[in-house]
């Protein structure tokens, strides 16, 4: 924490701007918390900044000061997030569960796990944490580029992953953006059998776990119309744990009404990880997810919201937003 603090005060030196935003300066009655969505780089339609830096490091928020966002799953522990910006630059602090969350990139886990996981609607228990950074490069008129760097930092296997992202701005309607990053999971095996081989992990990969470093690639497009944000995504990740790529594809709207955000999004996935149907497990490789939420701004500083399936689990969850 005192390390991302130290990042947020230099950018506030460095790059703070004396101009505000019109929403601050004419205190607009249509200026509202869930607006700031328009003022991200890239990825507007995904529910809030912390899911979109994750995605990709440029998209950070752009809006100034501090926000905390955090989300709860009843029966879980909350996820909290930071993102900050002085409306050139931003920052966030992101913590791992949002993968193999609807948003998020999917990390293997071994199928007994995922199984056991799901008949319970428990979280995917990650323990690394992202810090991503970004600043515009160019704003114009009719053209903007961000570019983005994060990092994501493993306490098991004690490393730090790099990764970097582009996002860029045509005209008032069409965004754009990649990004590229290294990143790990570990596995052990606890003397526990291959559901598909029926041989034991630790026999199979001659060690009782397993660790690797692998690399993603995404791609981002949207449309921004007045109060419409349209986008498509794609996600692809190679494993040596598994013998396919995985690829996820992503199809999100977002619409501002006043003080409410509407989120409706769509998960095409082709993946090796088994599918969980209450009555087993099936090895089915192309899966489907769909994502809904409301949320809706109690003043320009407060957002509360309600998410369905945020975390691939069929589940309910709240959210909580707060600017200072």
């Known amino acids: 924490m005192l390390f991302f603090a130290l990042i947020l005060s230099f950018l506030s030196l460095s790059h703070a701007d004396s101009s505000s935003n019109l929403c ?7 200026c509202s918390g869930v607006s700031k969505q328009a003022r991200r780089s890239s990825a507007r339609s995904m529910p809030s900044s912390a899911t979109a830096s994750q995605f990709n490091p440029a998209n ?30 931003g920052a966030a602090l992101v913590n791992s569960r949002l993968e193999n969350a609807f948003f998020g990139n999917r990390v293997p886990e071994l199928e007994a796990d995922f199984l056991a996981r799901r008949d319970k609607d428990d979280q995917y228990k990650g323990e690394k944490t992202a810090l991503a950074a970004g600043a515009s490069l160019w704003r114009g008129r009719y053209f903007g580029i961000d570019l983005g760097l994060m990092g994501k930092y493993h306490p098991e296997i004690k490393r730090v992953n790099p990764g970097a992202g582009l996002s860029a701005r045509i005209g008032n309607i069409l965004t754009l953006g990649a990004a590229y990053y290294q990143d790990d999971y570990y596995l052990e095996f606890k003397d526990r059998s291959n559901l598909r081989t029926g041989v034991p992990y630790a026999t199979e990969y001659g060690r009782p776990d397993f660790q690797e470093r692998f690399y993603v690639t995404n791609f981002f497009g949207g449309l921004s119309l007045g109060r419409l944000f349209l986008d498509a995504g794609v996600i692809h990740t190679r494993y040596k744990f598994y013998q396919d790529d995985q690829t996820v594809q992503l199809y999100s709207a977002a619409f501002i009404w006043g003080k409410f955000l509407f989120n409706l999004a769509l998960r095409h996935e082709y993946t090796p990880q088994w599918k969980y149907t209450k009555d087993g497990p099936v090895d089915e490789r192309r899966q489907n997810e769909t ?11 407060v957002i509360v919201g309600v998410h369905h399936n945020y975390y691939l689990l069929r589940e309910l969850a709240g959210s909580l937003t707060v600017f200072l």
Do not use: C, M, W
């Open 24 to 30: 601050e300066v004419l205190n607009l009655e249509n």
């Open 60 to 89: 950070v928020s752009h809006d100034r000061g501090l926000g905390v966002e955090t989300i709860y799953q009843p029966g879980q522990s909350a996820s909290i997030n930071f993102v900050a910006g002085t409306g050139k630059t």
């Open 291 to 301: 994502y809904g939420a409301i949320q809706y701004s109690f003043s320009k500083r």
